[in-house]
Antibody, heavy 121, light 113 residues
Framework: QVQLVQSGAEVKKPGASVKVSCKVS????????THWVRQAPGKGLEWMGG????????IYAQKFQGRVSMTEDISTDTVYMELSTLKSDDTAVYYC??????????????WGQGTLVTVSS | DIVMTQSPDSLAVPLGERATINCKSS????????????LAWYQQKSGQPPKLIIY???ARESGVPDRFSGSGSGTDFTLTISSLQAEDVAVYYC?????????FGQGTKVEIK
């Protein structure tokens, strides 16, 4: 059983950066495509990007290109999402999620509990 | 980008009755290479992360009650709850994973009438 445990809530000022962690247990990062999805208050789900295991690199939604970085630490089975130059509309719950290993379909069967990031002056 | 449009935005159904949610994609999500529709459905209850309920448009995730079913192909898909239960109150999202960026529908809120 895969479990994803995320870091705690953050409050940041506009222009700052935030780094959210997601620790994976029950399987290894090398097998699990791990992605990030965010949800602004009262809004829908928005895919930000994730780690492409075949290419060995992160892929990002164009909206976040240049502002987001997704990395992994295989030694601790932890993935990180860092978002820079924060704006008020980045206020959201950020989820990490994994897709079934070996599947060509990126649908997410395991989710972290979510991390609320609040951007406010 | 593939735009996913759900209808209706919300619906209220009596307990035990059928609930039907539609999802339309702006481009086909069917891959001819493997004849699979890259379409998933999620259930999100208040204050919780989304839960995968249907993948490949019609495959039910392990542990999901059989009152949930998915159908459709190409650009038009449907999630059906055959007999609505109180615990099914939630927002439901469709998602395409046929091409990047992955995109979600805007969500459909299901309530008890």
């Amino acid at each position: 059983q895969v479990q994803l445990v995320q870091s705690g809530a953050e409050v940041k000022k506009p222009g700052a950066s935030v780094k959210v962690s997601c620790k994976v247990s029950g399987d290894t990062l090398t097998e699990l495509p791990t992605h990030w999805v965010r949800q602004a208050p009262g809004k829908g789900l928005e895919w930000m990007g994730g780690l492409d295991l075949e290419e060995g690199e992160a892929i990002y939604a164009q909206k976040f290109q240049g502002r987001v970085s997704m990395t992994e630490d295989i030694s601790t089975d932890t993935v990180y999402m860092e978002l820079s130059t924060l704006k008020s509309d980045d206020t959201a719950v950020y989820y990490c999620a994994t897709a079934p290993p070996g599947s060509s379909g990126l649908f997410f069967d395991y989710w972290g509990q979510g991390t609320l990031v609040t951007v406010s002056s | 980008d593939i735009v996913m449009t759900q209808s209706p935005d919300s619906l209220a159904v009596p307990l035990g009755e059928r609930a039907t949610i539609n999802c339309k994609s702006s481009q086909s999500v069917l891959r001819s290479s493997n004849n699979k529709n890259y379409l998933a459905w999620y259930q999100q209850k208040s204050g919780q992360p989304p839960k995968l309920i249907i993948y490949w448009a019609s495959a039910r995730e392990s542990g999901v009650p059989d009152r949930f079913s998915g159908s459709g192909s190409g650009t038009d898909f449907t999630l059906t709850i055959s007999s609505l239960q109180a615990e099914d109150v939630a927002v439901y999202y469709c998602q395409q994973c046929s091409s990047s960026p992955l995109t979600f529908g805007q969500g459909t809120k299901v309530e008890i009438k």
